[in-house]
């Protein structure tokens, strides 16, 4: 079957216009969420002020580790404006990577700052050829605090059984990193990769402890990386969004299909369900079509028609 380009765009923008409530009001629940997690990643698109070439946006996304929900948001820019917006009222915990943006947007909010220590390892790892003795101090350090991890898994900790392990396993291992960092970091000259991630360490020192404060928290941001991933792949084959709008259309999807993969649904039999059911759905009940509130039982392989 041959359709033209403008054919199929037109059933993807109007298919989109159509989620857009939906997606609204996914927003507006993983806004509410108790703890989120939060990281940005580029996406070229087609701007129409520069013809023939591409500009980079940014797809911000947020993890809602608790609610088994991600949203995705497009931006044309990283600039500070799209977190600031997003977390305004915003009252909970939030976790980043550390990116200043962030900072600028909880200042003065009554949210709790949690720091990755995944980021922070990694800025050791990249020292470890400028300094393997320290960087390899502090690496080695770091494992522990995983292996305090791993073991809260393999024995099912609830929350507060991982709180109180980290409390008396974790706490001393950290007190020990901060030590040996402030001990050294006079000692290594200002501009080299270990004293950055010394100096990373250092001033996100309160972030980086804060995971102890409860046993829900993650030691890292990893969660929302791996959601980030499918669009990493899906760079690698569309190479673009076509403009603006399609961007943020992309945005949508990516959220709806995150989501679903969280909660174990098929994005297909989702989808279907929702094309067939969302116009007849009361804007009070458009909640329980989101794939984290939808009864899994209505997804019975519904199939699109005309």
Known sequence: INLSASTVENWIRLTSELLEILYKVHRQKVQQSLYLQMDESPIQVMDRETKGKTKKGYMWVSNAVIDLSVLFEYAPSRSHSLPKHFLDQYRGILQTDGYAAYDV????????HIGCWAHARRYFEKALKNDKVHATVVMLLIQELYKVEQTSKEQNDTFEKRHQRRLKESLPILNQIGKYIADHRKN????????????????????????????????????????????????????????HDFA???????????????????????FAYVIENINETKTSQLENLLPQNIDKSLLVETKLTD
Not at 253 to 261: D, L, P, R
Request: with cysteine.
């Open 105 to 112: 947007a909880i200042r003065e909010k009554k949210i709790l």
């Open 248 to 270: 943020q259309f992309t945005a949508i999807y990516y959220s709806f299909f995150a989501t679903c993969k969280l909660n174990d649904i098929n994005p297909y039999d989702w």
């Open 188 to 243: 290594v000259l200002p501009s080299s990769p270990i004293a950055i991630a010394f100096n990373y360490c250092m001033e996100r020192w309160d972030a980086l402890m804060n995971y102890l404060q409860n046993g829900m928290i993650e030691i890292d941001n990893n969660r929302v990386e791996n959601a980030i991933r499918p669009l990493a792949l899906g760079r690698k084959n569309y190479l673009f969004a076509g403009n």
